[in-house]
């Protein structure tokens, strides 16, 4: 029974949600492993809009269990109205939901943090989501941070969280020149929410190692995309964790070997939300109209997203590192009526074209694309059930895009809904068995 990785190739946002969906579908483990509720994976199902933030994406489906990874941030007001939320549609929520005791926790003064240094960064602001992810990390590799199991240990969380406050005050009030939120209920307010969550907290590397032992199939949940990773990424313009399959290990707690098979998902174009270069963004009119065909506004903060033509120096990058067995594409029914189609097949850095991706941002920063066209369509995709049915101009555009990152496009989604996704020219008919 194969593990399979599903990661986002490019600057996030790019449909895992519902691809993840469709997979869990016959997952017996799905893991998220990286990030936190700076995340929002859209499902629908059966005309239902559902956004996940931080709960793993098998969590609609019977019989999966959905494990919240070590290398998650959790913020456990946010859990907590998450978990709420799908109660209340009627999802057995705590039947199918397990969280890592060595998970870090966000706590208030970390989204306080992140907005201060947000302000102190001026122009060189990132444009994060603000939900405390990047000071929650810093407090983690720094060892301040303070994780779910110890939220259990009353007398060590009130010694680690005291220490923490005392810091974070001295951060806020004397470097940002900002006044420190009051945190007097702070300790008992926590413990709350960590009581709650108790018999849902476990030794997720147990928990994981026995479901191998016993041959099931783990499915991992990427977040973010590989182009916002903290290594690989656009760097400083990231988040901070590790998006891409090499975070799995350490963000789940299974040894490297145990990842089977990855996938990576893509736009048919591409989007990014806050700052940081992207090479093949349009700031013109096509710009706008792909933001308005694609409904390209944040699922979490609901800003509007940057828009450009699909990325291929960023894409063979990315597929590259992660190792890609196959590739998701979503969104090509966003590209009808554009014609023609473009794509970034290259960049031209100081008067010299490169196809490898460059680490130096000002080098991004100034990259031209060199552009190659295709033909575009006409036609409405969003009834297309099959590669064949395609126009003649959506085959090539795959066919090109297959071609050019060397790897088979495994599916093509032309809509939101579960039944609007078919395998591509070379995709096998059972994803999981491929
Ligand atoms: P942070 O993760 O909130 O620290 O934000 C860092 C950068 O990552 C910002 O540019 C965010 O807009 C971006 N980012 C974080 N999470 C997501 C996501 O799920 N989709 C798209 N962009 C994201």
């Known amino acids: 029974m194969p593990s399979t990785a599903v990661v986002g190739l490019q600057w996030g946002d790019e449909g895992k949600g519902k691809i993840i969906d469709g997979l869990a579908a016959e997952a017996d483990v799905v893991v998220r492993y990286a990030g936190g509720n700076n995340a929002g994976h859209t499902v629908l199902v059966e005309g239902e809009k559902y956004v996940l933030h931080l709960i793993p994406g098998g969590i609609l489906h019977e019989g999966t269990i959905n494990l919240i990874g070590r290398g998650v941030v959790v913020d456990l007001a946010a859990l907590a109205a998450e978990v709420d939320g799908l109660v209340a549609r009627g999802v057995p929520v705590e039947e199918?939901?397990?969280?890592?005791?060595?998970?870090?926790?966000?706590?208030?003064?970390?989204?306080?943090?992140?907005?201060c240094v947000e302000i102190w960064r001026g122009e060189g602001r990132i444009g994060t989501t603000g939900r405390g992810i990047g000071p929650a990390y810093a407090d983690k590799v720094a060892r301040t941070g303070i994780r779910l199991a110890d939220l259990l240990r009353p007398a060590l969380f009130e010694r680690r969280l005291h220490a923490a406050l005392a810091e974070k005050a001295a951060l806020i009030s004397r470097v940002y020149e900002q006044e420190p939120e009051d945190h007097t209920e702070l300790f008992e307010e926590s413990r709350a929410l960590a009581e709650r969550f108790r018999s849902l907290i476990v030794d997720g590397a147990s928990l994981l190692a026995e479901a191998r032992r016993r041959g099931c199939r783990i499915l991992f949940e990427g977040a973010q995309g590989s182009m916002l990773d903290l290594d690989a990424g656009t760097y400083p313009y990231v988040t901070s964790s590790w998006?891409?399959?090499?975070?799995?290990?350490?963000?789940?707690?299974?040894?490297?070997?145990?990842?089977?098979?990855?996938?990576?998902?893509?736009?048919?174009?591409?989007?990014?939300?806050?700052?940081?270069?992207?090479?093949?963004?349009?700031?013109?009119?096509?710009?706008?109209?792909?933001?308005?065909?694609?409904?390209?506004?944040?699922?979490?903060?609901?800003?509007?997203?940057?828009?450009?033509?699909?990325?291929?120096?960023?894409?063979?990058?990315?597929?590259?590192?992660?190792?890609?067995?196959?590739?998701?594409?979503?969104?090509?029914?966003?590209?009808?009526?554009?014609?023609?189609?473009?794509?970034?097949?290259?960049?031209?850095?100081?008067?010299?074209?490169?196809?490898?991706?460059?680490?130096?941002?000002?080098?991004?920063?100034?990259?031209?694309?060199?552009?190659?066209?295709?033909?575009?369509?006409?036609?409405?995709?969003?009834?297309?059930r099959c590669f064949r049915d395609l126009p003649a101009a959506a085959r090539s555009y795959l066919r090109f895009l297959e071609q050019e990152i060397g790897v088979p496009i495994e599916r093509v989604s032309i809509g939101p809904g579960r039944e609007q996704i078919f395998p591509g020219e070379h995709g096998s008919e059972d994803l999981w068995l491929s």
Do not use: M
């Open 96 to 115: 199918r939901l397990r969280i890592d005791g060595r998970a870090h926790v966000i706590f208030p003064y970390h989204r306080h943090v992140d907005r």
């Open 243 to 384: 998006t891409g399959v090499w975070g799995i290990g350490g963000g789940a707690g299974v040894p490297p070997r145990a990842i089977d098979r990855a996938l990576g998902v893509a736009k048919a174009y591409c989007t990014r939300v806050g700052e940081g270069p992207f090479p093949s963004e349009l700031r013109d009119e096509t710009g706008e109209r792909l933001r308005q065909a694609g409904n390209e506004y944040g699922a979490t903060t609901g800003r509007p997203r940057r828009c450009g033509w699909f990325d291929l120096v960023a894409a063979r990058y990315a597929a590259t590192l992660n190792g890609l067995d196959g590739l998701l594409l979503t969104n090509l029914d966003v590209l009808s009526g554009f014609d023609p189609l473009r794509v970034a097949v290259a960049y031209r850095v100081e008067g010299r074209e490169r196809t490898d991706f460059p680490a130096e941002i000002d080098l991004l920063e100034q990259a031209e694309p060199v552009w190659r066209e295709l033909p575009g369509w006409q036609e409405d995709l969003t009834a297309v």
